[in-house]
C-alpha cells in the first residue's frame, strides 16, 4: 500500500516468502550457534578467532556485487541522491534512537549506555537484510543499490 501512496504502483510482494528469507538469515544462524556453543563448546571456541575475519570477507562478497554491478547508477547524480537520503536516514535514526530513549527510559540505571546501545541500533538497521530481500524478491537491479550503500555507511 505505501508504493500505492508514493509511486501510484501496487507492487506484488511475495509476504510468506520474505517471512521464509528473514527466518534463514536471521534465526537459522542465531539457532545454529547457539546449538553450536550448548553441544560442541571446544569446537565453538576453537573457530570463535576466524568468525570476524570470516564475516567480513563474507559482507564484502555480499556488498560488493550489488555495487560493482551498479557501479554506473550509483556514480550518476541518481547515486548521490540516494547517497545523501541513505545518510539523511541513517542520521535521523541514530538521533530519534538516542533521544526518544532518553525520554522513555530517563529513570533507568546507566540510560547513557542504553541510549547508545539503542541509538546504535536504530541506527544501523538490518541493511544487509534489505539487500537479501531486495535482491531476490525483486527483479530491478538497481533495488538493491539502496541497501548496499546503506551497508557501507
Do not use: W
Amino acid at each position: 500500500m505505501l508504493s500505492l501512496l508514493l509511486i501510484g504502483k501496487k507492487l506484488p510482494v511475495d509476504v510468506f516468502g520474505m517471512i521464509s528469507s528473514i527466518l534463514q538469515v536471521v534465526v537459522t544462524p542465531i539457532a545454529a550457534g547457539l546449538l553450536l556453543n550448548r553441544l560442541f563448546p571446544r569446537l565453538s571456541n576453537a573457530i570463535k578467532p576466524f568468525l570476524p575475519a570470516l564475516t567480513v570477507i563474507d559482507m564484502g562478497c555480499c556488498i560488493g556485487a550489488p555495487l560493482a554491478l551498479n557501479i554506473d547508477s550509483i556514480l550518476s547524480p541518481f547515486g548521490l541522491t540516494i547517497l545523501f537520503l541513505v545518510i539523511t536516514f541513517h542520521l535521523f535514526a541514530f538521533v530519534a534512537g538516542y533521544f526518544f530513549t532518553g525520554f522513555f527510559f530517563s529513570k533507568a540505571p546507566d540510560v547513557k549506555a542504553l541510549q547508545r546501545t539503542i541509538s546504535y541500533e536504530t541506527g544501523m538497521q538490518s541493511s544487509l537484510l534489505a539487500l537479501a530481500l531486495a535482491t531476490k524478491f525483486f527483479q530491478d537491479p538497481l533495488v538493491g543499490v539502496p541497501p548496499a550503500i546503506s551497508t557501507v555507511v
